[in-house]
């Protein structure tokens, strides 16, 4: 069972264009959810993060929206640069147990054409 | 961020042989370390989790006897694939965290069974 739901699969978006990408949750126990950048033959790179206490977070051009009752959130890029080309992974975790295992989405592939 | 390292980034071997794959923390230390698997343009998928000193918890499906994890340490944790066949082909990522802070991903390390 996928716990943490994310679209689109892929995303083409032009350069200085504005990319969204949008994660669902159903375990309301999560308290952190983190977005991670990975490029091909690369570990995933925490890119920004945030918890259910505020409902957005902006980090220069990513932002993260937070819905706590919808039980969503997305990643917005502004000005997208071909180098934002990369893979990106949504995921979330309960902190306060015991594991704190990273549930993750299934991905999306973003390119930026010039 | 912290650092952590994964030797080799790349290993080709023989079907039967065995690999070990390295993680490092580098400059903190490691309460927890975990290791994923990622097929081709797909998520990671969590195999197991080692806490220093004890046994690791492996996730459902994945064969503690094939893949074998060693945290001797607060820096270190080795993945051994014991009896490699084709099919375990994959990305192996190592990740690490200290307490409930966040989790910091190595490089990953490739590894092909002929």
């Known amino acids: 069972q996928q716990q943490v739901k994310q679209s689109p699969q892929s995303l083409i978006v032009q350069k200085g264009g504005i990319s969204i990408i949008n994660c669902a949750y159903e375990?309301?126990?999560?308290?952190?959810f983190p977005w991670y950048q990975q490029f091909p033959g690369k570990g995933p790179a925490l890119l920004i993060a945030i918890r259910p206490d505020v409902s957005e977070k902006k980090e220069g051009r990513f932002t993260i929206s937070f819905n706590k009752s919808a039980k969503q959130f997305s990643l917005h890029i502004m000005d997208s640069q071909p180098g934002d080309s990369a893979t990106y992974f949504c995921?979330?975790?309960?902190?306060?147990?015991?594991?704190?295992?990273?549930?993750f989405g299934t991905g999306t592939r973003l390119t930026v054409i010039p | 961020g912290a650092v952590v390292s994964q030797h080799p980034s790349w290993v080709i071997c023989k079907s039967g042989t065995s690999v070990k794959i390295e993680c490092r923390s580098l400059d903190f230390q490691a309460t927890t370390m975990f290791w994923y698997r990622q097929f081709p343009k797909q998520s990671l998928m969590l195999m197991a989790t080692?806490?220093?000193?004890?046994?690791?918890?492996?996730e459902q499906g994945v064969e503690k006897d094939k893949f074998l994890i060693n945290h001797a340490s607060l820096t270190l944790s080795t993945l051994t694939v014991t009896s490699a066949h084709p099919e375990d082909s994959s990305f192996y990522i190592c990740?690490?965290?200290?307490?409930?802070?966040?989790?910091?991903f190595g490089p990953g390390t490739r590894l092909t069974v002929l």
């Open positions: 080692s806490n220093e000193g004890s046994k690791a918890t492996y």
């Open positions: 990740s690490a965290k200290q307490g409930i802070d966040e989790q910091f």
């Open positions: 995921a979330a975790s309960n902190r306060q147990s015991g594991a704190n295992n990273l549930f």
């Open positions: 375990n309301t126990a999560f308290d952190y």
